[in-house]
């Protein structure tokens, strides 16, 4: 594949629907990561493909923050459409899980995307899903200081104005998406608060809330979740983030924001976090399936 202007030196990642490039932007003399369209027989056309990849580069062109992706360049070359974005070497959530990440860095990573959502709701975008392998750092682990966390994957953000559709919805992962957005209910910015906060329970219990069985039924956990005794801290901030009910969230992401910074981790004992990593293959599609019924309440026991 040539784009012209740029490197491509290797694949740095893969989704079902688009692959990434590590590259060299020529011109500026910096490392970028590309992303180019890729089809999959079960997924839309090529060309709804393509749209979907060039709009996420026009949602982003309207964000400049520190805590989200930075967009360089969008177009199409010899049929293909491609993205190309500040690559950033520390990887994503997912995979810093699987290392350990303490409290401190628990509370900085979720402040961080707080506020990065407190900005794209304030220019009218919702994320529509927030999830660990869409939440990125631009340093490894043990670099230095605590590297900022970084929103990306804007692909099927909506503006506040649009109106949500079902199909819209689908793209979205079952284990972070709200009560609303799995109900195909209409959206607000509460719903990217409530998909922050269901990364912080799997941060600190080793596992989102929601669960969909196989039949269809959907499964949350109760609104104040019981976490393991180390992690008390949080469990006030989880309670309203992870409110069934929009109107119980906190009202904003610098809302949010501002309840982790009164959150007290230095007294707290020196625990280091690890969460299994939840692959894409375990990772579900949101199915619109009606009203949600009252939350069938399964029980995370504290981790020994």
């Not at 629907?17 to 992303?35: E, P």
């Not at 605590?146 to 199909?167: C, K, M, N, Q, V």
């Not at 992690?231 to 969230?249: N, Y």
Request: charged share 25%; hydrophobic share 45%; with cysteine.
């Amino acid at each position: 594949m040539n784009i012209p202007g740029y490197e491509l030196r290797r694949e740095i990642g893969r989704g079902r629907t688009a692959r990434v490039y590590l590259a060299r932007q020529l011109d500026m003399d910096r490392d970028v990561a590309v992303k180019v369209v890729e089809q999959a027989a079960e997924e839309p056309s090529q060309e709804e493909l393509a749209n979907r990849l060039l709009r996420e580069a026009d949602v982003l062109r309207r964000l400049r923050h520190p805590n989200i992706v930075s967009v360089y360049d969008a177009g199409v070359h010899e049929g293909v459409a491609f993205v190309v974005m500040e690559h950033l070497a520390g990887g994503n959530l997912q995979r810093r899980l699987q290392q350990g990440v303490s409290l401190a860095e628990v509370r900085g990573i979720v402040r961080d995307i707080a506020r990065a959502l407190d900005h794209a709701h304030g220019n009218g975008v919702l994320h529509c899903d927030v999830k660990p392998e869409n939440i990125l750092f631009r340093d490894a682990p043990g670099a230095g200081a605590i590297s900022p966390a970084l929103l990306s994957d804007f692909g099927i953000a909506r503006i506040a104005w649009e109106t949500s559709s079902a199909d819209d919805l689908t793209q979205a992962s079952v284990p972070y998406a709200s009560p609303e957005q799995l109900a195909g209910r209409q959206l607000d910015h509460r719903a990217d608060l409530y998909g922050l906060g269901a990364v912080l329970h799997l941060m600190l219990a080793g596992e989102p809330p929601p669960r969909a069985d196989t039949d269809g039924v959907v499964r949350l956990h109760e609104a104040t979740p019981r976490l393991p005794r180390n992690f008390a801290p949080f469990a006030d901030v989880m309670g309203r983030v992870l409110a069934p009910l929009p109107e119980a969230r906190p009202a904003s992401g610098a809302e949010f924001a501002g309840e982790l910074d009164a959150v007290t981790v230095e007294g707290a004992p020196n625990v280091v976090v690890r969460a299994a990593a939840v692959t894409t293959a375990e990772i579900q599609s949101v199915a619109p399936i009606g009203d949600v019924p009252d939350p069938l309440v399964t029980r995370a026991e504290p981790r020994r």
